[in-house]
């Protein structure tokens, strides 16, 4: 969330719907796999693959940074 905010700051509000739907998730992930690599014993024992996952975590990130978008959007056209 920190390097969306920036982009705000230096990109504007444009900038900032981009980072945060695509970079900020792909850095998430990456920042997992480097750290906490074998953290997926929970999701395999349930049957999730690491694919179904990252799809998941995509789409939920997706549909929460629409939220968010739009809220702002209101909020901005608002002031």
């Not at 900032?16 to 074998?38: D, H, T």
């Not at 549909?63 to 959007?73: A, D, E, G, R």
């Amino acid at each position: 969330m920190s390097i969306s905010t920036l982009a705000w700051v230096f990109g504007g509000f444009e900038t900032f719907k981009c980072v945060l739907i695509i970079f900020g998730f792909c850095i998430s992930i990456l920042i997992k796999e480097v750290n906490a690599k074998n953290d997926y014993l929970f999701y395999y024992n349930n049957g999730i693959s690491k694919m179904q996952l990252f799809v998941y975590g995509f789409l939920m990130n997706f549909v929460f940074s629409m939220v968010l978008i739009l809220f702002i959007n209101v909020v901005l056209k608002l002031v």
